[in-house]
């Protein structure tokens, strides 16, 4: 990469004026907003009870009762979605933990360390981008059997690396820097370093990348849940609702549209997300996008 | 440059290595006798014992690597558990559907994105670039297996202008081909979709940048027709971000058809895996994976030789 | 934007016409669920075998037909001893295998005692259990001699694991099956299909298709454009049940709901508290509403049971009205037991639809009552190990495909981990018994004890939804035998 990757701090009450005034950031912002406040909702309230099938009411179209209709065990599909938010947020939510966790540590002491440890680090990298990651994240769930739990351990560590590279990427970049050497040479160690100056440096790119983690750990958990691998029932989850609705799609449509809008929307909204984040933070790479 | 590409080779095959000991190890630990699987219910446990010998089940983990590793260094991948003919057999025959369906998903959004992403950098923040480039985010949320759903609705049971699922290979002649190309092409455009959206952006920007470079912009002061710098000297240069994502998306389109076979029933390497995986026929599991294991490096390479061609100062080393 | 238009349009006339090239025909596509592991039914218990070679590509000395009755084969006829021990088989003359081979008394010999043979890979022994010996009289004459008289002898004889192979083509037949049936195998396409064709020199009558293929669809999502779409005329089974409304709305299909050996059950672990409570499993039973779950796991098709027994036979009684559903009376039953804040458990659920979709709906009736259950799907491999062999479950619902499987009850180390020697008792008297009343009776008495003891949730006997092409006929509605017969399907105009 040409560019050097690590934003230029600005002042925040500028960063604000400005995060308001970027329009992908603002309609990313209430789109995510919106669908996190629907699963926020759910713990309290849904439209209908999931948990009680009422089989006999299955399959009916949109009414002012059921908005968007009921699925195949008569649940109220928009209860669905809303609960199914609160799934696939939650999946996304802790594989890019997993990744941040895990990979921001690795690839910020790569960099500090330098050497063997750096190498080791690529190397790892290396083997993991080498394995396909829907393949994978699909032989994961089958062995260890098919639940929320594998399909986010299976998406998590897939971001392991991509965290890594980035982290490493910012803190290599920074170590040549002046305020940094000057730290050196007050004598602090490289660990207090980099969590005092490396760390808070590489915060806005690492949240610009989290967004988009988020946004794919969305659209695979959905995948992996259209296979059966995700999440179980009675817990929702928009990929399986999706399967479900499959093979009744010429009978009722409205089963298999909604929980992909709400699959669209979601990733939607966080990609905006993201592109704003970028804009806001780094005017350099506006023009980029 | 021939020093970068050794080492480049060396790692990649370290990697290869490397993939062979955890895929082996970790479909060691797979639940499941494929023994049973393969004779049902209610078979006798002399049976059973007698299958499992037969199909070398019996003999240490450690022989069973070092015997698996020599074969496939020699082509020889084993014995399909379920199917009992050589995976060699059975990959080539998948391969036979994923290629063809990866080349043409390829082929399909390089001809969609590369020309949008050009006239939407040329047309910046003029509503024809806002509207392409909102189409593209669109594109990249929708997941692919939801658009697949729509298309088939609409194109196979709609106006059942093509086929919903299934490949009946690729036959005879040139009816044989086009059944088969029929069979490929709601498939692979369910594929291509996300990947062109993708696309579309990443040429977009790299065409942004250089359009912002210094030699752009003396080309244009020299006097140089607009359309003659767009094609002539931009696009060369942005290439090589838009080559690593092609090198990215083809691996991904190697394997990650998964979702998409299984919409459509099509027999191609994501769907045998997916099978094998849950007969256990670890053997083919293994094989498989490790072909793409292979495929993906080669890709990579191939990305990284390209590279070192285009850009000089990474022949260096990094 | 115009120009874009007329391409399309000229597109969409361009694929039409590849499509639309039909004359009478004589192939035809068969969709089937899953992909056999090999094709010879003589080693191996998967019923996709049988379901693409019985009675197409092999035949044995007798057959089952269409309703479940006995009909000859390759033996045109058979005269059993008076003391029933020695049964005599007339073979057919003229009966060529696939490869040009004759067929003749000593290949019946050698299938018998190869399906027979301590080394063998049967997986129904037990069918040839009561032969002593097999003996080739002369070219047409088989005699089998037996150990006790075994009247079931010519039907055992008609299942797909009792067909009469080569011995030059035995050892290949997993691979590239060579039998002496109406079509010849072609091709396997793994993954894919499975092609077979008109034999030209069959014995018998020859069939009227030239060609057919089965194709392998997993996925019952998948199933149902295949057959709009016309890439598939028939579905001998289709999984999809909520979508048969709008099959059978469209007059270019004809949907037949047959019935199956399938008794779908809620099959419960006998043997781990606290479901070796005889109250829990009435409670249980008590809870459960039929009507919902067969709507749900089956689209309303399939017919209520109250024991291990098919509706279909003679001997069957009702027993769905022993614990009608009742939810305040399982939760006494429950508090009675020991439990009445009700307890956790697990439901183990392989892949078929009945069975997720039931699961769903088992475990949302079982909550009523206090019954927790964790849904944990597994693989039919997974099953098969964790269940079906080592007893690791609490729950899980499956169906029992064979024919006339009560005797289940009484095997000792069954999943069920059910131990009643009064059944035991039942059944041992039924194996000795050969007056037709009395087994009848003594039948109920065994679908009786069963009911009374809950031994499992008995949920519905599962359909045989078969669909297809409104020209074609000689479809099997019922499924007697895991088989698609297809020697007598033709194409009507």
Redesign the interface.
Known sequence: MSLDPVFTPAPERHVLMKALANRSFLIGLVVTGVIALMALVSFFWTPHDITRLQVAARMQGLSPAHPFGTDHMGRDILSMIMIGARNSIAVAIVAVGIGMGLGVPLGTWAAARGGWADEALMRVNDVVFAFPALLTAVMITAIFGPGAVNAIIAIGIFNVPVFARIARAGALSLWPREFILAARASGKGKALITIEHILPNIVSLLLVQGTIQFALGILAEAGLSYLGLGAQPPMPSWGRMLFEAQTRMAVAPHLALFPGLAIVVTVLGLNLLGDGLRDVLDPRLRRER | MTAYLAKRLA?GL???F??SL?VFS??E?????PA?????????P??LD??RSQMGLDRPVVLRYLDWLTGMATGDFGRSY????PVVE?VA??VAVSLPLAVMALTLSTAIAIPVGIFAAARRGRLSDTLAMGAA??G????N??FA??L??VF??G?????????P?WGEGWGGL??GF?ALLLPAVSLALPQAAILA?VTR?AM??VL?EDYIRTARAKGLPRRAVLWRHALRNALIPVLTILGLQF??L???T??IE????L?GL??????A????DLIV?EGV?ML??AS??VV?LLVDICYAVADPRLRTGR | MKTFATMLGAAAVLLASGSAALSARTDLVVGVVLEPPHLDPTAGAAAAIDEIVYANVFEGLTRIGPSGEVEPALAESWEVSDDGLTYTFKLREGVTFHDGTTFEAADVKFSLDRARAEDSTNAQKVLFSAIESVEAFDPTTVKITLRHPQGALPYNLGWGDAVIVAPESADANKEKPIGTGPFKFDNWAKGSSVTISKYADYWGEPVALEKAEFRFIPDAAASVPALLSGDVHTFPNLQAGDALPQIEADPRFEVVIGATEGETILATNNGKAPFDNLMVRQAIAHALDRDEIILGASAGNGVPIGSHFSPANAANIDLTDTYPHDVEKAKALLAEAGYPDGFSATLKLPPPPYARQGGEIVASQLREIGIELEIIPVEWAQWLEQVFTNKDYDLTIVSHTEPNDINIYAREGYYFNYDNPAFDAVMEELGATSDPAKRKELFGTAQRILAEDAVNGFLFQLPKTGVWDAKLEGMWENTPIQANDLTKVRWVE
Not at chain 2, 82 to 85: A, F, K, L, P, R
Not at chain 2, 262 to 265: I, Q
Not at chain 2, 270 to 275: A, C, E, H, S, T
């Open positions: 790692v370290a990697t290869l490397v993939a955890v970790v479909l630990i797979l639940p499941g006798d049973r699987i393969m004779l049902g219910m209610n078979a006798s002399e049976a007698a299958l379920t199917y009992s003919s059975l025959e998948r985010q669109v990249v949320a929708i997941p297996f939801w759903m729509l088939v609705y196979a049971v106006f059942r202008l093509l086929p919903a699922g299934g490949f290979g086009w059944q029929k952006r920007s942004l940048e912002g691996a991904f190697l394997a990650g998964i979702i299984n919409v459509f029933y027999p994501g769907r045998l895996i997916f099978q995986i849950s007969q256990r599991v994976v793409l294991v993906i490096i990579n």
